[in-house]
């Protein structure tokens, strides 16, 4: 018998540095607002799997959107014009735009990769109005990504850009999940995984920022895969160790992707980061003041329950 899935996709106008931009939302579930931010070059179909567990839906109105330039979100008018350069401002300046539209109240804010790096900042510049960030394969510096032949006249770009992260993926993720991100990065518009990477590799650098971060203000979980040579372990690893009160949790067998690489094995290490940044009030209650505070960095093989 055919169903719906619990998602409802729309589009939102907004104003962002000044320029008009129509950008798709999608969401589900009710509660506290868990805002996704995807990875480069790809957009808000990467969350589909937590948008259709209850168990997350139930607690937390789950909103991804796709970025300008992005899956279904249009580009400003008279982008023809211009190279599409994702900056640490532009970036911030859309992520936030979006978050007031939306009247988002103390969001948890989840990204992946680049939006894993973005998320370090938004706790180090909005850390009195969030719940917490679970960064996933987050790094404050990530240098060597970049390059030329990611919009080159002579290479197909959309293969280029879906291949040259499918070898992200973890070996031991399921191939069809695999395929269906590569898919996704295969209908990337052109120079958009390049102008996205030109943040993430050459804008990007929060190692000083970070030690601003008040975890008894906004916790931080950061979850990052084994086979990540993108940002690596060892980089979150140094992000978690400048965040006091961070809690890191290295998720064995997984990729750079997570979230749609494979998501039955990714559930347990997300909801116990969940559990961190929005803990239960039941849990709350009962757990020692520096517990509550985030006061003890945590790094483990296994997901974290708290």
Known sequence: MSEFEPITGRYIAVDIAGER????????????PLLCLHTAGNDSRQFRHMMNDRTITDRFRVVA???????????????WLKKFRLTTRSYLDIVRSLWLALGLDRPVVLGCSMGGAIVLKL??????EMRGIVGLESSAYAPGRYNEFLHHPAIHGGELCASYTYGLNSPRSPEANRRENW???????????????????CDW???EDIKRIDTTRCKVALLTGEYDYSCTPAMTEAVAASIRGAQYTLMKGMGHFPMIENYPEFRPYLLGALDHVAP???????????AQS???RQSASEPSRN
């Open 280 to 290: 239960h009030a039941s849990t709350a209650t009962a757990r020692p003041a520096s």
């Open 123 to 128: 706790a180090v510049d909005h850390q009195h």
């Open 21 to 32: 931009h129509r950008i798709f939302v999608e969401e589900a579930g009710s509660g506290i």
């Open 65 to 79: 959107f796709d970025m300008p330039y992005h899956g279904r979100s249009t580009p400003p008018e008279g982008w």
């Open 205 to 207: 650098d929060a190692r």
């Open 183 to 201: 898919w996704y990065y295969s209908q990337s518009g052109p120079g958009v995984y390049q102008g996205d990477v030109y943040f993430y590799s």
């Open 294 to 296: 985030g006061a003890a």
